[in-house]
């Protein structure tokens, strides 16, 4: 079962970020008073002050880059063949395999 579900996320995950990326901003957008996507940055819906900052900053920019994360590494994943040594060598760090 674990695997069935992270093989779907995997395999959806840079359609699943761009989603939420998409949706944090036009829901926070709305909500916003006076916010115009035309006139004003994304990252005034995230600044420090504005109402329900950190809830769009976690579903605005950190979950859409844990998602494109981990769409790289199940794109990692399905690379045929061995890898180059420097490559190699990096995935079997300590640092990755603890």
């Known amino acids: 079962m674990r ?3 992270m093989g779907f996320v995997g395999g959806h995950a840079g359609s ?3 989603l939420c990326g998409v949706l944090a901003a036009l829901v926070f957008g709305t ?3 006076g916010y115009s996507q035309t006139r004003h940055p994304l990252a005034l819906l995230g600044a420090h002050g504005m109402p329900r900052a950190l809830a769009f900053n976690l579903t605005g920019f950190v979950l859409p880059g844990l ?4 769409a ?3 794109l ?3 690379l045929p063949g061995d890898l ?3 490559s190699q060598e990096f995935l079997h ?4 395999n603890a």
């Open 76 to 78: 990692r994943a399905r």
């Open 72 to 74: 790289a590494i199940a």
């Open 84 to 86: 180059d040594g420097g």
């Open 67 to 70: 998602l494109a994360a981990v």
């Open 16 to 18: 699943l970020a761009a």
């Open 3 to 5: 695997s069935r579900v």
């Open 31 to 33: 909500a916003l008073e």
């Open 93 to 96: 760090t300590d640092f990755l």
